[in-house]
């Protein structure tokens, strides 16, 4: 590690957690702090099992599950047991959850807008470029790669992901039936092996997925 790269990263981290309000106890002045506002934006409109959430977020357990009573207490998130599986609870946005997370993305939107207003028009783009950088080198900081069966789940989606991603960049398509195959028994152990990258216990495939297919402002 290069001299001086620790402190570089905590002023960063400083000027940062300074600059985006992170550290009042009202967010964007809605009476509630920023970690409860970013797990009622990322239970989302639709919904969010919660172990998925306390995955994505990195959030111990016992810390998520206050926060949610928090946001139940407010009126704004109800936590029931998952229709397919008892064992998983899901969160949900109430009505009233729904509007806040609304406002709070509203809001977010003119945090945003206004921390570019200060700037010209190249600084702006020096710095969106350069929180795009910031973001994709983040997240590679905790990918996990691991060996995987190729018969997990996980290893069939990033496989269909992959002959998917095939088909969309020939012009003709991919005709998977004509490539040379590799079984389940060529992809283990001692023959050869599957490695599968997940981020915050999600397959990498899925994570590119969601973010080059839709919006995720935050």
């Not at 783009?125 to 990918?143: G, H, K, Y």
């Amino acid at each position: 590690m290069e001299d001086g790269a620790v402190a570089q990263v905590r002023q960063f981290n400083r000027a940062v957690t300074q600059r985006v309000g992170a550290l009042y106890d009202s967010f964007l002045s809605r009476r509630r702090p920023l970690g409860h506002s970013r797990v009622l934006w990322e239970i989302g409109t639709e919904g969010s099992d919660v172990r998925a959430l306390r995955s994505r977020l990195d959030l111990d357990s016992g810390y998520l599950s206050r926060i949610l009573r928090t946001l139940e207490d407010e009126g704004l998130v109800t936590v029931v047991p998952s229709p397919v599986d008892a064992r998983v609870r899901v969160a949900r946005l109430t009505a009233a959850g729904q509007d806040e997370r609304a406002e709070v993305d509203a809001r977010s939107d003119e945090a945003a807008a206004a921390l570019l207003a200060g700037l010209t028009s190249s600084q702006q783009r020096r710095l969106v470029a350069a929180m795009a950088t910031v973001e994709r080198l983040l997240q590679a900081s905790v990918i996990e790669v691991r060996v995987e069966d190729p018969r997990h789940r996980d290893a069939r989606y990033c496989t269909a992901e992959y002959f998917a991603e095939l088909t969309r960049r020939f012009d003709g398509g991919f005709d998977a039936a004509r490539s040379l195959p590799a079984g389940d028994e060529e992809l283990t152990l001692p023959a050869g092996l599957l490695l599968v990258a997940r981020l915050h216990s999600a397959p990498w495939a899925a994570q590119h997925s969601s973010s080059t297919g839709r919006s995720r402002r935050r």
